[in-house]
DNA sequence: CCCCCGAAAGTTACCGGTAACACCGGACAG
DNA sequence: CTGTCCGGTGTTACCGGTAACTTTCGGGGG
């Protein structure tokens, strides 16, 4: 007499139903060429009339294996991220793994709660929005001995896979665009000010400094960026320093949102004042102008990131790598 | 001797270093209460010495609770979800329920298969997007007795709790804010198709047939949805029907990259052509002119979702409700 | 005709927790 | 002084699968 009649169809009730023992039903079901084509087929029938759900955690537990990888992503209405996951849910999805989507908030301590939430459902593999993390974060990583994936940016020091590109190279290239059509006065504007948004704007301050230019027009804020917000921030920087000749954007929504503010105050782009965002999300393409921004590899990163992570996977050694999959600059029409 | 030597630290290897049994150190975690103090504090720093981690699936095999939740998302690049997500993961999050996520693709095809992965995985409940869904993924809900959401459209016939909006009703109200405006030929432009962008297109055929005027200048896609799909889109219509005096967009990715292209081609909005998109995300409020919008609930739908639920899970009995959490109107500056 | 082999199915133990109940000793009421 | 209650901890069995090894049986080679 079960403890807890709970109503759920096991294995066992399936083999009943067959007349054979449970350990042949889960065969049949995980290794269906090792029983017979004739059992096979009365088994598989069982378990669609009873309407048998495996249960997962049992099968965890018994086989030390989750089949599941965590992937963490800072956010999810930032769409920069959704076309990483795409590949990355192809790519593991294909080879029998499921992902479990966490999300972050931006914030290290956050990625460290939910790495620990993650490890207790036995993940086989942890996929990070960048390189920074907690101390307490890295132990736990270290202590699973699970392959790691570290996104988006690079560092010298991976934990294992690192997969991303030079966001401060990104930054200065930008800016060198901005120099190359003959601007000086260019300003940078950036929200929220993650590690990487810092890396770009060390970036524009690199490159403006090896010009012997200021780099003093910035304007930045731990906000959450908006369309709205580069509206706003951009009608900031105009009040500060009226002289602005072009203002490169930490991201493409700032971008956006400063050109509506530019059309709302009919101030020509890019003839009076030259914009740039960074990422290449489909809408700069449609703006009119079009944006200039930093096109970054994001289908790319989902798809090595998921190669890389079935080879580990697979039994791969570990060899602490980075792979840079670079970045293109567009044009568009603001600059 | 282990079969495995998995190298993991279990509750045995706490409870051995303390002097106790693993019974409790389980209850040291789960119920400190019953544990005495100076115990409590001796199981908690072996625990962080080890680095001990739960294994959330022998926990889930042995109590019958896994305390996790699915949310279904139809794309996790739509903004519109990311909202509604949050409010639950809040509501949900607070009350001790890891919620994990799975994206749909707009199918329930993939819907019915994620029904099923997430059931295998012992989900105490289930938040679906729409109110469609394949027999067999009815035939899995109903066997697995566990609470089910439905959300964003109403239906007559819920699952269980049903929480949205009156699509229709949205798409009617927003024509005849065209209407009111004194436009007379008024077209629809609708990507992805999907239940919902059929109803709202629903809502602006009748409103139209009401006033007695022609619902002939629509045009629609199966393709997602982007900006410059929205532009591309405003293009053709153009063509087709040059006497178009506004146009009613599915959504507000479509609006805003219509809006784009009336920008490109000189063509003022609203004296020219009158715009409106669906949902009132954060552009309509950057663009200029900033757009006419439905303004939907999607933050009071996450949190009623997570309210009601969580009524469910506590034991409030099924009576299948649904409850409408209305729209609004929002006029911008584009009609 | 015997032996060995391999395919097909079964036995046993175990994964790492938790439920339910038993146990123990001291405080306190009668 | 004894019975009862209760806080604190232990015992036992079990959740629903899977690993590893064993058994069974039919057929082909020597």
Redesign the interface.
Known sequence: MPR?S??RVTLQHIAERVGVTKITVSRALREPHLVSAALRLRIESAIDEL?Y??????G??AS?R?HSVALLIP???N?V???I?RGIEEGLGQAGY?V??GHTGYSILEEERLI??Y????VEALILPGTRHTDHAR??LA???VPVVETLELTETPLDINVGLDQHEAGKAMTQAFLDRGHRKIGFLGARMDYRAQLRMAGWEAAMRQAGLSAERCLTTPHPS???L??EMLASMLERWPDLEGIFCGNDDLA??AL??C??RRLNVPDQLALAGFNGL??T????PPLATVVTPRRGIGDTIARRLLARLQGAPLQSTSENLGFRIRRGGSL
Request: glycine content about 14%; overall charge positive.
């Open positions: 807890r709970s109503g309407g759900i495996p249960n997962h955690s049992a965890a537990l030390g989750s956010s999810l209405s769409a991220f959704s076309e996951q499921q479990l989507i620990d939430t490890l207790s459902y036995g132990r736990l202590r699973a001995r908006s369309y709205r580069g509206g956006a949102g509506f503010e059309q709302r489909d809408i393409e449609a703006t009119a």
